[in-house]
């Protein structure tokens, strides 16, 4: 069975990379970029499954890296990273699929949760 590749997102060097880190011990190929250049090279040249996003990224906002990725990967689900409570008002409007939200600090067995959750979805649309 081939592992679920995640792709965490995040400016916050230490937060993505230890993030990465605790998915690899669960299993997951997991990789941390900490911008939306690397995060756009990263999807074009090997595609993850689910990309862990951060909602506050300094350039480019979560919503706008996400609606970019969208352009070009289209089935790639997106979990948000948020620490703001009001992020109901930062996504209001965008109505996408293969997409979801997690509050930060992340609880990783609430995470793994979305995480194979949204691989299952990707994986059924393949199919």
């Known amino acids: 069975m081939n592992k679920t590749k995640v792709l965490v997102v995040d400016d916050g060097v230490e937060f993505a990379s230890t993030l990465a880190e605790r998915l ?4 997951y190929d997991a990789t941390a970029v900490y911008c939306a250049e690397d995060t756009f090279a990263a999807v074009k040249s090997e595609p993850p499954d689910v990309i862990l996003l951060d909602l506050k990224m300094p350039g480019m906002s979560g919503i706008e890296i996400l609606m970019t990725v969208r352009t070009f990967a289209p089935d790639i689900y997106v979990i948000l990273l ?7 008002k930062e ?3 965008i109505r996408l699929d ?5 509050m930060k600090p992340v609880d990783i067995k609430e995470l793994t949760v979305k995480i194979d959750k949204a691989a299952e979805k990707r994986k059924l649309g393949r199919e």
């Open 98 to 102: 293969n997409f979801d939200y997690i």
């Open 82 to 88: 948020t620490g703001h409570m009001d992020i109901e």
């Open 91 to 93: 996504i209001e409007g």
């Open 24 to 27: 690899q011990l669960r299993g």
